[in-house]
Every structure is written in C-alpha cells, then in structure tokens.
C-alpha cells in the first residue's frame, strides 16, 4: 500500500537565444563522456579526464540534485545542431571546504572547448542565474574557481559575482564569489 508519495522535481526546459538548457537524459551519456574526458574541461576541476563510470555517476548525480533538492544541473544544448556543449548549473555538494557552501547554491559550468570564446558559457550562465532568482530558493548564488582559470573568473564577474574570500579545496588554492539576487 502506498500511503503517499512525494513529487519528484525534474530540471526544468530554459530557452536562451542560441542554447536550450534540459534535463540530462540517459542518451546524452556518449556526449557527455567526451566532454568530461577532454584534458581541457577537467584542467582547473581535477585535473583527470573523467571515466565512463563516473561520468555516468555525473549525470545520476544531476538528476538527483533536481528530484532531491529542486535545483541542479542542466544539459546545455546548441539550438542550431542539437549538439550537448556543456553542463551548467546549481549544486550542494556538501564539500568539506572553508568557508562552508552547505546549504548554499553553487554554480558551476563546462563548455566544450570547441565553443568557448563565444558567448555560450555567458548565455547560459545568465539563464541559470535568471531562473534562480526567479525561483526564489536563494537570496544568493555562490561559485569557487580555481584562481588560475582565469576565463571562467572573467566570466563570473560578467555575470554579477563578486569575489568574498581565498581558500583551499582540496589542497587547492580557491576563490570564492557570490552574488546576491537583492
């Protein structure tokens, strides 16, 4: 007998000029496999290609996030070829990391080098962050950034995120910025 069952969220369909950002879907697997294995997606993130396996972890994760949490990552889609070109999002990890982004939502993004340099990563990361504030879950959106990535830092501050304070994750040193949607 089921008493009740709670309603799972799922990623909601955002449209931007040139990208639709969905729910991961188990088809994306082969494209998001490549991504994640690419050396220069992972540079300032592990610094190791990711395996089938955790890729695939990856995109469980993701869907996870939304039904759990109502909030998580999108598949960043290219209208024109159909193409996944990247991951973008929200998060709570729950990292060990100081200061402490518990409870907070994190953004985070990953274009594929192919289409980095134009707009894409901009586009919907705005998209993220409008429909957010929109969903008025968090007065705020938090990120950490390798400080040597210094296209995605130039990319959060166009975007409206500032810088609050330096850390380590992982034994990597670590920038930390917010934005605040008041």
């Given amino acids: 007998m089921i008493i009740e069952q709670e309603r799972c969220t799922a990623a909601p369909t955002l ?9 991961h879907q188990a088809s994306d697997f082969d494209a998001c496999c490549a991504l994640w294995a690419d ?3 992972v ?35 290219e209208k024109d070829t159909g ?44 998209l ?8 008025r879950l968090f007065p705020e959106a938090h990120c950490i950034i390798a400080p040597e990535n210094i296209a995605s830092v130039t990319l959060a501050e166009r975007v409206g995120f500032e810088k609050y304070a330096d850390g380590t994750y992982m034994g990597s040193p670590t920038v930390f910025m917010k934005q605040s949607f008041t």
């Fill in 43 to 77: 540079r300032y993130i592990s610094g190791k290609p990711s395996s089938p396996t955790d890729t695939w972890g990856r995109i469980l994760k993701y869907a996870g996030h939304w039904s759990l949490s109502g909030f998580g990552y999108w598949a960043v889609i």
């Fill in 15 to 23: 449209k931007g000029e040139r990208i639709i950002m969905r729910a």
């Fill in 83 to 126: 193409e996944l070109i990247g991951d973008v999002g929200f998060s709570d990890f729950k990292r060990d990391i100081t200061p402490s982004l518990d409870g907070l939502a994190e953004a985070g993004w990953v274009i594929s080098p192919k289409f980095h340099g134009q707009g894409y990563a901009r586009e919907a990361v705005k």
């Fill in 39 to 41: 050396p220069d997606v």
């Fill in 128 to 135: 993220g962050l409008s429909w957010l504030k929109g969903s």
